[in-house]
């Protein structure tokens, strides 16, 4: 016993030769130090001097060229108005862009290993390249795919959560099978407006967040992608990707060279329908 719960003995023997009602508040006090008690003392040691969480190091600015790919409509026909011509790259087109890809040497890579690059230090290797589809079109499903498993290349599927299982749109049992295929499926949002002219961070984070949670809830993986409806995005859009949890935020169109500050705002280049347009791509590093 301590000298603490002695003093409270004492005290009882005292009150009780005195009245109950006493002794009734003196019983409350000593479960009251008893409890007390062996908070106290750990409470004490844990105020000795601790050696302080050494300040994790910012990892050193990093830069690198990496053309990360964007595709729209794998077609069988290259035809329609000149805006779906522009999104379009025929099932053809495709096959000879992922050969190519294939005869240069070229090494698929996924966002996590671009943001290991960035975060951890990972080195990645020689000639990569990243390769993404845009809005759930269900032709990327038909008949890019196919090449997909063909080359053994990795690709990131950013889907659109309320078009997903609408016409013309993969459904909720393709994106399983890309995932069984071993593809990623990252969020382009949840409706694919331009974020950059949402003002209400309500709607924004709607946007950006229950998109991932849809996503995550219906497919049971981690979603960690995020691709900016028409590559459109200002500070608060890549501020609120970050908080939401995803690892990366790709933009749109702008190039091949990303820094370690454009984690959330990676850029782009949009595919043509057109080989030799493709290899003047990849060489523009
Ligand atoms: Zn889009």
Redesign the pocket.
């Known amino acids: 016993m301590t000298i603490g719960r002695l003093c409270m003995a004492s005290f009882i023997v005292m009150v009780v030769s005195s009245s109950g009602l006493h002794l009734s508040w003196a019983k409350q006090q000593i479960t009251i130090a008893a409890e007390a008690e062996p908070l106290t003392s750990p409470a004490i040691d844990a105020q000795q001097p601790a050696a302080l969480p050494e300040k994790p190091t910012p990892p050193e600015k990093r830069t690198t060229k990496v053309p990360i790919l964007v595709y729209h409509h794998i077609r069988l026909i290259y035809d329609g108005s000149p805006g779906l011509r522009r999104m379009t790259v025929t099932a053809e087109v495709f096959g000879q862009q992922m050969k190519f890809l294939q005869d240069s040497g070229y090494h698929v890579i996924t966002f996590s290993e671009l943001a290991d690059f960035f975060e951890q230090g990972r080195e990645l290797p020689t000639l990569p390249v990243l390769i993404t589809f845009?809005?759930g079109w269900v032709t990327q499903y038909e008949n890019a795919l196919p090449f997909l498993a063909k080359y053994h290349f990795l690709a990131t599927f950013f889907v659109v959560t309320n078009y997903i299982g609408h016409r013309g749109f993969i459904s909720w049992p393709q994106l399983q099978t890309l995932l069984t295929e071993g593809m990623k499926i990252g969020s382009?949002s949840r409706s694919?407006p331009r974020l950059a002219k949402i003002a209400d961070p309500a709607l924004l984070w709607d946007q950006i967040y229950n998109s991932k949670t849809i996503l995550e809830s219906q497919l049971e993986v981690p979603v960690a992608e995020f691709a900016y409806?028409?590559g459109s995005y200002n500070a608060a859009a890549t501020e609120m990707v970050k908080a939401a949890g995803y690892r990366v935020g790709r933009g749109c169109c702008s190039g091949v060279a990303h820094t370690s500050t454009d984690v959330f705002a990676l850029r782009a280049v949009m595919v043509p329908n057109d080989l030799t347009k493709f290899q003047k791509y990849l060489e523009a590093r």
Do not use: A, F
């Open positions: 845009d809005d382009h694919h409806p028409y």
